[in-house]
């Protein structure tokens, strides 16, 4: 199982970056996908889910800036950022969630970093 994810960078505030995170190895369509950050100092939090149906739900404080997405012909999940904010600098991370078994996989880190 592979989960890879990339798009993180440098950002002026009030700039966009959009994060991709391709799945391998598992059965993408029917996992709930979901995206995480973690700030310095911070504990993880989650960011946004999409569910194999389609909902979805985000923490507040993204909501109205951050879309996610997915597409199961391409075994990715998206993160589109906009209006980004300092605030948002976090190691952003993708996970899978299989609803069947439980199972849970955690990609490694992308840096998003947003400048004032």
């Known amino acids: 199982v592979q989960l890879q994810a990339s798009g993180g960078g440098l950002v002026q505030a009030g700039g966009s970056l959009r994060l991709s995170c391709a799945a391998s190895g598992i059965r993408f369509n029917i996992n709930r996908m979901g995206w995480y950050r973690q700030a310095p100092g911070k504990q993880r939090e989650l960011v946004a889910t999409?569910?194999?149906?389609?909902?979805?739900a985000y923490v507040d404080s993204v909501k109205g800036r951050f879309t996610i997405s997915r597409d199961n012909a391409k075994n990715t999940v998206y993160l589109q950022m906009n209006s980004l904010k300092p605030e948002d600098t976090a190691v952003y991370y993708c996970k899978a969630r299989n609803p069947w078994d439980g199972m849970q996989y955690w990609g490694k880190g992308t840096q998003v970093t947003v400048s004032s």
């Open positions: 999409i569910t194999s149906g389609g909902s979805i």
